[in-house]
């Protein structure tokens, strides 16, 4: 509210022309302190800085291994960049080293750190162990992690690159990418979804920066939504919970029956996920309560015994 009151709605123009507020340089400051990366760079989405990352960071000339059930948004990025690209079987570290030890040129692992439409995590250390061991570069799309689940990985942070975005737990809106000062400046210069767009509003700005100073200091806080999850279903590894039902009309029909209940569960169907698995996807809070969520899985007990 302060920032709206002092700075006004719109930012005026892209970041590289009048757009550049200096409340910028404070979060970009904080996020790299988060992610423990030399630099970080904020982009207008999660979207837009999937594009900035790709087209602008990845020589023609190499080679991209990602994960068969990437999001949209990495897989135009991917299209739009033209670097070759392969995909290897979902979470499956064996067959990436397989892919891996057959290329001849540098390569970019691309994952998700926590798969939006399954809610099932990387095994991200595995991944960082195959990228020094082969000289790649690992590149986490981080949207559904970051203020959930948190990533101790050990080893070179540089060959990391993280992005991330305020719009899901963090509440808020805009995309974000942590990595090596190079190639925060690589893409200044290159990224056309930071340079031909709008800079976000200052007090979107201040509001990410509110949000991310939550993340950092109360821990207490952020593991809620994954506490909820595990209230469902003990083998939760995130706040994303799939229930699995198979046909399109059958998960409508159960959507509606959730509704009818005082529950919102959005059915996801093909082309999102794959045909035949059409699904509920629950996303658990901090605010969801005990009784509610015992409530939820009686209902969908009754729906699908
Ligand atoms: C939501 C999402 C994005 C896009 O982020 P926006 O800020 O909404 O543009 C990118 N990647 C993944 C995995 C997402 O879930």
Not at 7 to 34: C, D, F, I, W
Not at 272 to 300: C, M, Q
Request: hydrophobic share 45%; charged share 20%; glycine share 6%.
């Amino acid at each position: 509210m302060a920032a709206l009151q002092e700075y006004g709605m719109g930012a005026g123009a892209s970041r590289l022309v009048t757009g550049n507020h200096p409340l910028y340089t404070q979060l970009e400051k904080e996020l790299a302190e988060y992610k423990n990366t030399e630099d970080a760079l904020v982009f207008g989405s999660g979207f837009l800085a999937n594009l900035g990352v790709i087209t602008a960071l990845l020589p023609p000339d190499e080679m991209i291994l990602a994960d068969r059930l990437i999001h949209a948004s990495l897989v135009d990025a991917i299209r739009l960049s033209g670097v070759k690209f392969q995909r290897f079987r979902h979470n499956d570290s064996d067959h990436l080293r397989q892919l891996l030890a057959k290329q001849k040129q540098r390569c970019w692992i691309i994952t998700e750190s926590v798969f939006s439409m399954d809610g099932d995590r990387a095994p991200l250390q595995e991944m960082l162990n195959l990228a020094e061991e082969f000289d790649a570069m690992l590149v986490i799309d981080d949207a559904h992690g970051v203020g959930v689940v948190e990533h101790c990985l050990n080893g070179a942070t540089k060959k990391i690159i993280w992005i991330g975005t305020f719009s899901k737990a963090a509440g808020s809106y805009g995309g974000y990418v942590c990595a090596t000062r190079d190639h925060i400046a690589k893409m200044v210069n290159h990224s056309r979804s930071l340079i031909y767009t709008t800079a976000l509003p200052p007090a979107v700005i201040a509001a990410n920066l509110a949000a991310l100073r939550i993340i950092r200091t109360q821990p207490e806080l952020t593991a809620l939504p994954l506490e909820k999850a595990q209230l469902f279903n003990p083998e939760a590894q995130s706040a994303i919970v799939p229930i699995i039902i198979g046909e399109e009309r059958e998960a409508l029909k159960a959507a509606e029956m959730l509704e009818e209940e005082g529950f919102l569960a959005i059915p996801i169907r093909p082309p999102t996920v794959p045909v035949g698995s059409s699904r509920l996807r629950l996303a658990f809070s901090a605010l969801h309560e005990a009784k509610d969520i015992a409530r939820l899985a009686a209902v969908i007990r009754k729906i699908r015994p």
